[in-house]
């Protein structure tokens, strides 16, 4: 069974950090490019980071630059993102993305919080 597990979202206070996990299952993991979306409240998705399939390139959304770092090991089918500085309206459900051609897979989702 193909799918994507998020995990490592939860309460934050603004200025803290976060670490999610993205945990692959049943694809050629290093055969994908890895994205993650996140979606706020009355809010449309919209793309945080992504990462090529060796991780040589590396995307970011001008609003987190400098503040999240994305990373994978194809190793242990996992893709992280590091997220520094956070702000009250970064609360959102973030997304893990595997993309290859046509072939798009999400996760669930997972809730992150940025409130004092």
């Known amino acids: 069974q193909v799918q994507l597990v998020e995990s490592g979202g939860g309460l934050v206070q603004p200025g803290g950090s976060l670490r999610l996990s993205c945990a692959a299952s049943?694809?050629?993991?290093?055969?994908?490019?890895v994205s993650w979306y996140r979606q706020g409240p009355g809010k449309e998705r919209e793309l945080v980071a992504r990462?090529?399939?060796?991780?040589?390139?590396?995307n970011y959304a001008d609003s987190v630059k400098g503040r999240f770092t994305i990373s994978r090991d194809n190793a242990k089918n996992m893709v992280y993102l590091q997220m520094n500085s956070l702000k009250p309206e970064e609360t959102a459900v973030y997304y893990c993305?595997?993309?290859?051609?046509?072939?798009?897979?999400w996760g669930k989702g997972t809730l992150v919080t940025v409130s004092s």
């Open positions: 990462i090529t399939t060796t991780g040589g390139r590396l």
């Open positions: 049943g694809l050629t993991f290093s055969s994908y490019v």
């Open positions: 993305n595997a993309a290859i051609w046509t072939e798009n897979i």
